[in-house]
């Protein structure tokens, strides 16, 4: 069976998960529009309503919409302000939501929209309270949204534990006796969203 | 064994959860100060920064932290915007969180804090998306939380599904087939956070 060609919207392509997913979607000869805050044609800043609204704009109708990226405060609780958690927020959580409710109206019938969340939902590490609080909502955003799509449309969110590239640069102490995963793992979850047929879940790669 | 009675801080005291948590803690002989929006003698705006911390001048240290409301607005995605989604987090997530930031200093050793979330993180209902977004991320939080909050303090989120008193008063159309729980159900799972050993757990009540 022919898995179809698919126009896709990345946002987010200078990070290791990014240029990891861009590679993948190259390789499987997909249509790619890519957005970066850094780098390329074109720029966004998803903590921007007007930037995503801008981005939509210039590319148009997609079949899949996915995001790579999100920023978040790394903090010990103690040391953690009702600021900080609204920065978190501002990162991860309500950007990415804003992403899929402003591409509402530019995701084809039958398309999908990935997100990214992460290990912190599920367990706790000294500074990941933000990532926790973020993680948490996107994944169960994912929940509620995929019951109301509609018109045969997905969402799925991507939880990766430590990567494998994070490891090689900083070491293990961020995650202590976890396994790491290559970020290429992660990209073959996004690619299982883009061209799968699940939706509303959440898939863990390496934990 | 005797339970040692506490000093319990409840949030919100005139809802139909609140206020069955309160008959519970006052059956169990707990010395309680309550703070509302509506009624009593402590007002309370969970979503004013400033109205919390003049609520903890006043009550001072405490054994236990409880928290019975939080507002979330009930839009279907499709008429859901980012300011709908900020304004979710603000009156259930981000509040709560920053009831227990500033918590920390006044909850005593071997003290808890005790968050209310719901069945939205876990189930999509028309309507329910806001609730999705903030129920998730307050049980990732308490997972994250119960990690770093320190002097054998704990903390945990109670998930009830629909009330038997919502159901008596609007009927089964918001959660239909669901077995819906009296209100006292929901505050025997307070009592089971406030007085138990638990830590960094959702309790479900009736899901």
């Given at each position: 069976?022919?898995?179809p060609?698919?126009?896709?919207?990345?946002?987010?392509?200078?990070?290791?998960?990014?240029?990891?997913?861009?590679?993948?979607?190259?390789?499987?000869?997909?249509?790619?529009?890519?957005?970066?805050?850094?780098?390329?044609?074109?720029?966004?800043?998803?903590?921007?309503?007007?930037?995503?609204?801008?981005?939509?704009?210039?590319?148009?109708?997609?079949?899949?919409?996915?995001?790579?990226?999100?920023?978040?405060?790394?903090?010990?609780?103690?040391?953690?302000?009702?600021?900080?958690?609204?920065?978190a927020i501002?990162?991860?959580?309500?950007?990415?939501?804003?992403?899929?409710?402003?591409?509402?109206?530019?995701?084809?019938?039958?398309?999908?929209?990935?997100?990214?969340?992460?290990i912190m939902?599920?367990?706790?590490?000294?500074?990941?309270?933000?990532?926790?609080?973020?993680?948490?909502?996107?994944?169960?955003?994912?929940?509620?949204?995929a019951?109301?799509?509609?018109?045969?449309?997905?969402?799925?969110?991507?939880?990766?534990t430590?990567?494998?590239?994070?490891?090689?640069?900083?070491?293990?102490?961020?995650?202590?006796?976890?396994?790491?995963?290559?970020?290429?793992?992660?990209?073959?979850?996004?690619?299982?969203?883009?061209?799968g047929?699940?939706?509303?879940?959440?898939?863990?790669?390496?934990?």
């Open positions: 069976m022919n898995i060609k698919k126009r896709v919207f990345l946002i987010g392509t200078s990070g290791t998960v990014g240029s990891a997913v861009l590679t993948m979607l190259l390789e499987r000869e997909h249509d790619v529009a890519s957005a970066d805050f850094d780098m390329g044609d074109l720029r966004i800043d998803i903590t921007d309503s007007a930037s995503i609204a801008a981005a939509y704009a210039r590319v148009g109708e997609v079949d899949a919409v996915v995001c790579t990226v999100g920023v978040v405060p790394l903090l010990p609780l103690h040391e953690t302000t009702l600021a900080h958690v609204h920065e501002r990162g991860k959580l309500s950007s990415q939501i804003d992403i899929v409710l402003q591409g509402l109206p530019f995701v084809r019938a039958g398309g999908s929209f990935t997100l990214i969340s992460g939902s599920r367990m706790p590490w000294q500074g990941g309270i933000g990532a926790s609080i973020v993680d948490g909502g996107i994944e169960a955003f994912v929940i509620g949204a019951a109301e799509l509609g018109r045969d449309r997905r969402i799925n969110a991507i939880s990766p430590i990567l494998q590239e994070s490891v090689d640069k900083i070491g293990t102490n961020l995650l202590p006796g976890h396994q790491p995963v290559p970020a290429a793992h992660v990209a073959g979850a996004y690619l299982r969203s883009i061209e047929i699940e939706t509303g879940q959440t898939f863990l790669v390496g934990h």
